[in-house]
């Protein structure tokens, strides 16, 4: 039997979040239901096919837009289902308190055509707004066994333990609101700490607390059926930069309640120096109490074979900043599917 999905990442859909996916073991990917970000450079006509290849066929994932796409997304959507390719895949579109009314619209005409319903993406935790829009889209919520709440806190930032507990209560609140009307299948709790800009000791070993895992917990201990998501090991923007930006090799791992930040150095000499991800990769398998082992998973293999390969003309495998990218979210996603599905399990 394949245990029930408890974890929801959103995630762009971009080269290094498709590799990361791709090399998730079949029983870790059997306890995610991903949100799949479409950003400005996905292509509708390979979308269905990229799916399948990184993601799976017939797993269930949500489909939302990321802000940076600002194409027509009831376009973009019409050609996707109306692929042959979209059979094999099992997608649950989503509608945010952005989308367009043509978009609602096209939801709502063809709800019957998303075999595993859709998903409501709330980002805005005012009950006022909240109640207001599930009126505007009362036709897509009408059966409560197919319509799943996604509670996007956002950008939530470093936040002391007493405004966490405030969030923590209004969160539980609006679940309660939702509860009382008996129209949803799951509901779901996101929010994103990561930085954009990370400023911490160069050639050091750092923490940061996972507020948003905080947040679930607290949430968790009174309503234990409520999913969890995050941003993995990102924050939700694609930051937009005037000039090239400054390139600090870097390490996100993920263990416990803390993010672990492997951090390298600038040299203006050598912007672009990726060897030093050996030096890092060697830092985080020594600490025992941080580093999980180089069978946990495919990014851990690799942060394992970085640490014990010395770099050379002809073998060299300290990757790129887009190798990383697949190294860090394969991991966290690993860890956080197994965490979450540790606490359920209890």
């Not at 507990?165 to 994103?192: C, H, P, T, W």
Request: with cysteine.
């Amino acid at each position: 039997m394949v245990p029930e999905a408890k974890y929801v990442p959103i995630l762009k859909w971009k080269g290094g979040e498709r590799i990361a996916i791709r090399r998730l073991s079949e029983d870790v990917k059997d306890l995610i239901r991903p949100v799949l970000l479409v950003t400005k450079n996905t292509e509708p006509d390979s979308y269905c096919i990229e799916v399948a290849r990184n993601w799976g066929i017939n797993r269930e994932f949500y489909m939302d837009f990321h802000p940076d796409f600002k194409g027509d997304q009831t376009e973009f959507l019409e050609t996707i289902i109306n692929d042959e390719e979209s059979e094999q895949l099992s997608i649950i579109p989503v509608v945010s308190m952005s989308s367009s009314v043509d978009f609602m619209s096209f939801i709502e005409n063809n709800i019957s055509k998303f075999k595993y319903g859709a998903a409501l993406r709330i980002n805005n935790l005012n009950d006022k707004t909240i109640q207001d829009w599930f009126n505007e889209i009362d036709q897509i919520i009408s059966d409560s066994n197919s319509v799943d709440v996604i509670l996007d806190t956002g950008e939530i930032g470093n936040l002391p333990n007493g405004t966490i507990d405030m969030l923590s209560d209004l969160i539980k609140e609006i679940i309660r609101n939702l509860q009382q009307q008996n129209r949803f299948r799951n509901i779901i709790v996101v929010g994103a700490s990561f930085p954009k800009s990370i400023s911490v000791k160069q050639n050091n070993i750092s923490t940061l607390n996972r507020i948003e895992w905080l947040l679930w917990k607290k949430i968790n201990a009174e309503m234990p059926f409520i999913l969890f998501g995050d941003y993995g090991v990102d924050d939700p923007q694609d930051p937009q930069y005037d000039t090239r930006p400054t390139i600090i090799p870097t390490i996100r791992y993920t263990r416990n309640d803390y993010w672990y930040i492997i951090r390298g150095k600038y040299d203006p000499r050598a912007p672009f120096d990726y060897t030093q991800f050996h030096e890092l990769s060697r830092m985080l398998i020594q600490k025992d109490n941080i580093f999980c082992g180089a069978d946990f998973s495919w990014g851990d293999k690799r942060i394992f074979e970085c640490a014990n390969t010395k770099c050379t003309f002809a073998n060299c495998n300290h990757g790129n900043l887009t190798t990383w990218v697949q190294i860090n979210t394969n991991h966290h996603l690993t860890y956080v599917a197994r965490q979450v599905n540790q606490i359920g399990a209890s």
